[in-house]
Each structure stands twice: as structure tokens, then as C-alpha cells.
């Protein structure tokens, strides 16, 4: 006990937090600047920066690495065959391990940045009853990879025999290298205008108990509970995908979208507002609008990216006010629906 009461003063150090230790910033992150009336084009220029810089840029580098360097040949893929689907399977496998691990190891196991920027005063649940194994980490890591792996490994073979086999709208780089950027920087946009309405979807009480209950089940969320999902989830949640089978794209565009549904869910989760090199916080962390997602569960259904949340008056900014808010919002459904019954 003298070790965790030890390691706990760790929480006094300065940052923004309540008094049990959770983070809790004034600056909160604000919806898109693009959305704004009258236009403010500094304000653009900056959000268009974070949003390109460093993370998405580091994404799309390893989707496009990975298609250069690691892809079967396309003629192979005409026919589905057990060879090149088991190597696209091990591929993003290890994919999944190195970059989930990479957050992991450093934040979670190292406890390298201790808990500087850390958003809860908690590690990681062992011995409950609720996870696989009685352990949220090997619960979280079974369900990323087994079923998370699979569905979108799935996803990926089914397109790119469909590129294989011309079924699908082909966009040629060379003759058309802006669109093709363009269309790469606006994947990230793309899954998050996704990701809000099919999470809501997920939301709607019956899918709820069917499946995001198990996403639900991680409170306090690491780097592992991002993918950590229900199959059924994960088929919603990888079928932005499908968008490729419509719009004319590149198999980089669809396996950067599959990707980035994969791997970025482990820094989004990661429960770290920033990165600390040399004590200086160096990187963005994780996602903290998500993180009162987890802790909330009736709010922040989206990112702040596409304010949707802003917009049908489901966000929350962690302020004791907004947690007000919601709890009369919820009341006074409660009693619209009592009474109609
Ligand atoms: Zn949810
Ligand atoms: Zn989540």
C-alpha cells in the first residue's frame, strides 16, 4: 500500500485536475474553426496544421509504406487464395502489436512520463470479474486482435480483390496526383463523420446490449481498450471502408482507411493529454473528449473535428457545470418519457 500512497503523490504536480486526481484542463478543445460564421482564415490555418501534423502525416506515411513495400502483387489477388490473405492477416497483426504495444509499453507499462498529463489517477483493472482472464489488458488485447484483426483484415482482402478484379473505381495517382491528396488528407474526415453515426447507431439500446457494452466495460480506457470491441461493433465500425467500393480511390486510400480505423484508437484511448520527452511535453496525446466518453457514456459521441456533439447538444467538457447539464437533460427526458407511457 506504502508504494501505490507513494506513487500517488505523483498526482500532485501541478497539473490541471479535480480533487480525486482526474484531469480536468480549463482551455478545452473547441469545434472546428471551419464551421465558424464569420470565417476567421488564422484560426483555419492552425486547425488545418494540427489536423495534418504529426499524427495523421505519421498514418499516412505507414499506409503508404505499407502498400509500396508490403503489399502482394495485384495480379495475385484476383482470386482469394489462403497464401496472400494469411500474409495481409500476420501483416496487420503486427502492425496492430508494434503501434498499440509502442503506446503501451512507454505510457502504461514503463510508466515513463509517470502520471504527468495522465487523465485518471488509475492503472489498469486486474482481478475483476468483467474482463476476460480477470484482466483488462489481456481482455483488451484479445478482443483488438482476434476480433478486431480478423474484421479488419476482412475488409482489406475483400477490397483489394475487388481493385484486383476492377470491380471497384480505380483513381490513377499519375493522372490525377490533387485529387489523390486531397482525398488521402480527407480520410481522417471521412471516419470521423463515420465513426459519429455509426457509434450513435451503436448507442441506440438493443446494439448497445448486442455489443458496445464490451467497449463500455473499460472506464478507465488504455491504449488496448481502443479496438477492444464486439465483433458486431467492429463490422459497423471497419465499414467505412466501403466508401472506396463508391468513390474513386486507390488501394492506398483504402488501406490507409482501414488502418487508420485500427491503429489510431490506440492513442485516442492512450489516457495521456501529451507525450513528455526530456520533461517537456512533446507530441499531443490521446483523445480527452473520448475519455469523458468512457466516463460519461451520454455525451461526446463524436471528436470536436465534425462538432456534432456541439451541434444536438451532446458535448461535454468535463466542467462540473456541463456534467449539471447533462444529468437535467437526462431527468427531464426521463420524466417526458415516464409520463408519455
Ligand atoms: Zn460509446
Ligand atoms: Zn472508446
Not at 21 to 26: K, L, S, T
Amino acid at each position: 500500500m506504502a508504494d501505490v500512497s507513494a506513487e500517488r503523490e505523483g498526482l500532485m504536480d501541478g497539473m490541471p485536475r479535480d480533487d480525486r486526481g482526474y484531469w480536468q484542463p480549463e482551455g478545452l478543445k473547441l469545434p472546428n474553426p471551419v464551421f465558424d460564421w464569420p470565417p476567421n482564415p488564422l484560426k483555419i490555418v492552425k486547425w488545418l496544421y494540427n489536423y495534418l501534423f504529426p499524427w495523421n502525416m505519421i498514418y499516412m506515411l505507414i499506409a503508404v509504406l505499407t502498400v509500396v513495400y508490403l503489399q502482394p502483387e495485384m495480379s495475385k489477388m484476383t482470386t482469394f487464395s489462403a497464401d496472400w490473405i494469411a500474409y495481409i492477416f500476420v501483416r496487420n497483426q503486427i502492425l496492430l502489436i508494434v503501434v498499440v504495444s509502442a503506446w503501451h509499453l512507454w505510457l502504461w507499462s514503463r510508466k515513463s512520463q509517470g502520471f504527468q498529463y495522465k487523465y485518471t489517477p488509475d492503472w489498469l483493472a486486474k482481478g475483476k470479474k468483467q474482463f476476460l482472464f480477470g484482466n483488462q489488458l489481456y481482455d483488451n488485447i484479445f478482443w483488438s486482435c482476434v476480433s478486431g484483426g480478423i474484421i479488419w483484415t476482412a475488409y482489406e482482402v475483400v477490397t483489394l480483390w475487388a481493385y484486383a478484379n476492377e470491380y471497384i473505381p480505380y483513381l490513377d495517382p499519375a493522372r490525377h496526383p490533387v485529387y489523390f491528396v486531397l482525398m488521402l488528407c480527407g480520410i481522417q474526415l471521412w471516419r470521423l463523420f463515420h465513426f459519429y453515426w455509426v457509434h450513435r447507431l451503436l448507442h441506440w439500446p438493443p446494439l448497445y446490449k448486442a455489443g458496445h457494452y464490451l467497449h463500455h466495460r473499460n472506464i478507465n480506457i488504455g491504449p488496448w481498450s481502443g479496438l477492444s470491441m464486439h465483433p458486431i461493433e467492429h463490422i459497423l465500425y471497419f465499414s467505412g471502408v466501403l466508401i472506396h467500393w463508391i468513390i474513386p480511390s486507390h488501394p492506398i486510400h483504402a488501406v490507409f482507411n482501414g488502418q487508420h480505423a485500427a491503429l489510431t484508437p490506440a492513442q485516442g484511448h492512450a489516457g495521456f493529454e501529451a507525450i513528455v520527452v526530456n520533461g517537456k511535453s512533446m507530441l499531443r496525446g490521446a483523445s480527452y473528449f473520448h475519455q469523458l466518453h468512457h466516463r460519461y457514456f451520454e455525451c461526446n459521441y463524436g471528436e470536436m473535428d465534425i462538432p456534432f456533439d456541439v451541434w444536438f447538444g451532446t458535448s461535454h467538457n468535463g466542467s462540473a457545470e456541463d456534467h449539471e447539464a447533462m444529468r437535467a437533460k437526462r431527468f427531464a427526458s426521463h420524466k417526458v418519457s415516464t409520463s408519455a407511457a
